[in-house]
């Protein structure tokens, strides 16, 4: 039991600074293409792709997606979401933006139960029980922007995606630290 677990937390450790690491990544480009509009709807089109591709990838690592069913739900709703995104990209910028939002606040409540549930086997996941609160929180937000006067930008969206990176490189240091205390232990 002990090396499965020591082997989730290493998983998790390289999981999350992918994660961390994508997100900073995403966020830079986001600046970098913001005032073009085919990069920026591909950026748009991609992060929630990438979201479903890593919940997969991460769920599959730990037993599945039957042992794993907030991350299989958060799959389809990231998929959903990245079909929804292309479609709203042809109405308008707070079309996309109040997809944004809806997504934010259900891939929170996900993230937040994911955590939940690893807490109890792998610990030090406070950080992602709080990230998926603020997830849900900033998916509020991005919708009552979505119905605002100004018009929003990808610009919108890059903090909901730089809080995430400072999220994720928040649990895998974290984690790294809490393995290196159990290895001096």
Known sequence: MQSRLSGQSSWLQSYYFGRAIFSIAWVAAAVLFSAQAGPAAFLLVIYPAWDAIANLADARVNGGLKAN????????????????????????????????????????????????????????????????????????????????????TILDVAPYAGFGAFYFLLSAIWLVAKAHRSVRA
Request: aromatic share 8%; hydrophobic share 55%.
């Open 69 to 152: 069913p907030s991350q299989a739900l958060n799959v389809v709703v990231s998929t959903i979401t990245a079909i929804a995104v292309m479609v709203a990209i042809g109405v308008n910028t707070y079309a996309v933006l109040a997809v944004f939002g809806v997504w934010a606040i259900l891939a929170g409540v996900l993230q937040l139960s994911t955590g939940v549930r690893r807490w109890r086997h792998v610990g030090a996941q406070w950080a992602m029980i709080l990230s998926g609160a603020q997830s849900a929180l900033a998916g509020g937000y991005m919708i009552s922007r979505s119905i605002g006067t100004v018009a929003p």
